[in-house]
């Protein structure tokens, strides 16, 4: 039996099985914020932020961040964490197939996700597609690391089914997919760069 997402989500951040939660910015954002491929400041939505590090760490070099996430208590967390930055972050609860629910304004200069869109039923994929696309303005960078296809029982059960950089092209037909650079870790993962047509 599989639980529907956002109480399996929930369910992790309350028993702290939050393995992905690592406090530190990985170097495929550092590399397009202030590294060798950065992009000019502006404004910032990350996907399914968790406890905000990557959304806190865009702001903190200058970006207008805002993060968003279904659970509340990473939120909570978040908040928390941007108030000892004395940052204004802003963080909201809410559904990333839904943002249109949500108080942002579309017009993003850069879009990040860090194993949200991965996490997704594959039904509720269009819609978040559809999201993401709506949101960012044309030009704009989308910034997504999401796992491969792996085989194997003990995957099934727990982890995302992954996605194939042919699938995301299909997926963000809007977007011109830049770069799949494969991932170092043991997930056949891959950090997408796309723009915005
Ligand atoms: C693997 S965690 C990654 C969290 C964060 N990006 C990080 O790297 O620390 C995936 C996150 O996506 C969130 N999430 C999954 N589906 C979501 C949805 N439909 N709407 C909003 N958040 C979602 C989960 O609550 C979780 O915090």
Known sequence: MRLIPSVSFRLMYRL????WD????????IEVIE????????????????????TI???????????VDFVPAAIRAARAKAVATRLAVAFLVGDVTRLRELPIEPGFDLLFD??????LPETAQ??????????????????????????????????????????VRARFSEFELVEARPGTDPFGSHWYTMRRR
């Not at 702290?16 to 393995?19: A, I, K, M, R, V």
């Open 35 to 54: 590294g060798a491929r950065h992009l000019p400041t502006g404004r910032a939505l990350d996907l399914g932020c968790g406890t905000g590090t990557t």
């Open 57 to 67: 760490y865009m702001a903190t070099n200058g970006w207008q961040a805002i993060g």
């Open 16 to 19: 702290g099985l939050t393995p």
């Open 114 to 119: 860090q194993g949200c869109f991965h996490s």
């Open 126 to 167: 269009p819609a978040y597609a559809g999201e993401v696309t709506r949101v960012a303005r044309s030009g704009a960078t989308y910034l997504l690391y999401a796992f491969g296809r792996r085989s194997g029982e003990r995957r099934r059960r727990f982890f995302p089914k992954g996605v194939t950089p042919d699938e």
């Open 22 to 29: 690592s406090g530190i910015p990985p170097p495929e954002l």
